[in-house]
């Protein structure tokens, strides 16, 4: 059985891939976490875990 990957969500610290795949046309479209800074895997994990639920936000520290 040969199976095709039509969507890949990548991972990352920066938008640089995100940038970068954008720049040569191998995107069609943007997920959430592409043109965020992400520091902390920690976070994305519960970003993930919790479907989003409160992504966009405001927190004042």
């Known amino acids: ?4 990957i039509s969507t890949l969500e990548l991972i990352q610290q920066n938008c640089d ?3 970068y795949l954008r720049g040569h046309h191998l995107r069609k479209f943007s997920m959430p976490l592409d043109w965020v800074m ?3 895997l920690t976070d994305v994990n519960r970003l993930l875990a919790h479907k989003f639920t409160g992504f966009m936000e405001l927190y004042l520290k």
């Open 17 to 19: 891939p995100a940038a």
């Open 1 to 4: 059985m040969t199976s095709t």
């Open 38 to 40: 992400s520091p902390s």
